[in-house]
């Protein structure tokens, strides 16, 4: 018997607005100009937060923050695609999605200054705390968009990792499951090119991240994660079909990590000047902002404004963080157990008395 191919693999890649300004009208999600407009005002008020919570960091007011910068397409594509009932599954580098879906900003800097506080959400709003262990966020976006099917809700749960997390077993565990037991999960690969100082090449000698998802079963597909329309058509198509029963989807957005991996590294150590000269030349924003002005839909004087109601904003989260009462010591001895062992209470009653002297 001949040997006979039985399976083979191709990965679609999806641009729709180059970084030269070309547009692919016959891809063109259908968007009114407003919206437009509006998906980069978001755009810039995630690069302004983030800007924020950097000088933040440099004043010794924030433990530490690690960077969006350069992502903001992915995060701003993916939220407009969601609805109301889907659940968001972040990593720890989504800040902008996690506001987007009603995370007050206040609560993500407290989160990043070292307050648990800032992981507990408004009631209603279908966001899971960061995850910080890598790749571990993966799993819970399995097991949600499970739930979410056996419910019979038509929502879809969205869960980010980046380039890095796809070496994690979770990673190959929930996409797994997820293909098996056809759940109702969005995967999100933020493929920012670097995993610390790990580069992408190093990570897998896959040519895609997208085709992982082929040996779970599940589609995988490619875009450019700096063209915000390529994202939004994207996770619109995936996160339909997974609310609608077609089963869970992978989708690598290809973008760049600007910053630094964290405000604790400096990444000028081990990456050269001339490849973030070349990824500078890919930032979403001005990349959009020159489809808007080609357009005559923006201007200078609209982002005057656009920047100056984005810090008044931004100043108002950090107004609410230092607003925010001390934190309960005793809350170190909550939460672990359902009702608590002697030992722990005792060092409860100690540490009240010592704090009410
Ligand atoms: C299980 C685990 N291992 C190691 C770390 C330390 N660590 C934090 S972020 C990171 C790299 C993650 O890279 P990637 O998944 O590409 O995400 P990015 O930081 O680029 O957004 C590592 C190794 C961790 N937090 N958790
Ligand atoms: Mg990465």
């Not at 440099?58 to 889907?86: F, N, P, S």
């Not at 973008?255 to 400096?266: C, F, P």
Request: net charge negative; hydrophobic share 40%; with cysteine.
């Amino acid at each position: 018997m001949p040997r006979k191919p039985i399976h083979s693999c191709t990965v679609e890649r999806l641009e729709i607005l180059g970084p030269d300004g070309a547009l692919d009208a016959s891809l063109m999600p259908d968007l009114d100009e407003a919206t437009i407009v509006e998906l980069y005002r978001t755009m810039v008020r995630m690069r302004v937060f983030d800007d924020k919570a950097v000088k933040l960091q440099r004043q010794g007011r924030m433990g530490t923050w690690a960077q969006l910068k350069g992502q903001e397409a992915v995060q701003a594509g993916v939220a407009h695609a969601m609805i109301e009932d889907d659940w968001l599954i972040p990593a720890f580098r989504e800040h902008g999605l996690m506001f987007l879906r009603g995370v007050p900003g206040h609560l993500i800097y407290a989160y990043w200054a070292g307050d648990e506080r800032g992981a507990s959400f408004p009631e209603g709003v279908r966001c899971l705390p960061i995850a910080v262990p890598v790749g571990s966020q993966f799993t819970h976006g399995s097991g949600i968009g499970l739930s979410l099917k056996l419910r019979g809700e038509h929502a879809a749960a969205v869960t980010f990792g980046g380039d890095g997390a796809t070496s994690e077993g979770d990673f190959h565990e929930a996409l797994n499951f997820a293909g098996v037991f056809d759940t109702n999960t969005v995967f999100i690969i933020q493929n920012n090119q670097w995993a610390i100082s790990m580069p992408r090449e190093r990570q897998t000698s896959s040519p895609t991240l997208a085709q992982k998802a082929d040996a779970y079963g599940i589609p995988g597909l490619q875009v450019d994660g700096n063209d915000v329309f390529a994202v939004y058509v994207a996770a619109t198509e995936a996160l339909e079909r997974a609310r609608s029963g077609g089963g869970p989807s992978l989708i690598e957005a290809v973008t760049y990590r600007l910053g630094d991996h964290t405000t604790a590294d400096d990444a000028s150590r081990y990456r050269t000047g001339e490849e973030l000269a070349h990824w500078q030349e890919q930032d979403p924003i001005p990349r959009l902002r020159r489809y808007l002005e080609e357009r005559n839909l923006w201007d200078d004087e609209r982002e005057r404004t656009l920047e100056e109601d984005a810090a008044k904003w931004v100043a108002a989260e950090v107004d609410a963080m230092n607003a925010m009462p001390p934190p309960d010591p005793g809350d170190i001895f909550r939460y672990m157990y359902a009702s608590m062992p002697p030992a722990l209470a005792g060092q409860l009653a100690g540490l009240t008395q010592e704090v009410d002297r």
